[in-house]
Nanobody, 126 residues
Framework: QVQLVESGGGSVQAGGSLSVSCAAA????????MAWFRQGSGKEREGVAT???????SYSESVKGRFTISRDNAKNTLNLQMNSLKPEDTALYYC????????????????????WGQGTQVTVSS
């Protein structure tokens, strides 16, 4: 397992932008798939965006066109840029990673990720 530590997030009004980052205590180029999940109050954890080792990305329909996932292998970080934020984007955002192959997409269930960060809060007010 890999130690992951999120940072960033915060509060913003609807239409604004925020970014969250995840620092990995391991060379991220060795991680097969990295992802951002979120969990709103009273909701299940859902996949938001993923990025594979070769840089391929996938997004949930609810964030496609507004969020951008990226990884900086030189700094061992995973990033999520969030634009045009909506109140329904309010959630605790988690970074996840796995070294095991398989589909690297937002449909990959949380149980197939072996490493998780502690989460960082994103709050969007209307």
């Amino acid at each position: 397992q890999v130690q992951l530590v999120e940072s960033g997030g915060g509060s913003v009004q609807a239409g604004g932008s925020l970014s969250v980052s995840c620092a990995a205590a391991q060379v991220t180029s060795s991680l097969y798939c990295m992802a951002w999940f979120r969990q709103g109050s009273g909701k299940e954890r859902e996949g938001v965006a993923t990025i594979s080792r070769d840089g391929s990305t996938s997004y949930s329909e609810s964030v496609k066109g507004r969020f951008t996932i990226s990884r900086d292998n030189a700094k061992n970080t995973l990033n999520l840029q969030m634009n045009s934020l909506k109140p329904e984007d309010t959630a605790l955002y988690y970074c996840a990673a796995t070294t095991y192959p398989g589909a690297c997409s937002v449909s990959r269930p949380p149980r197939l990720y072996g490493s998780w960060g502690q989460g960082t809060q994103v709050t969007v007010s209307s």
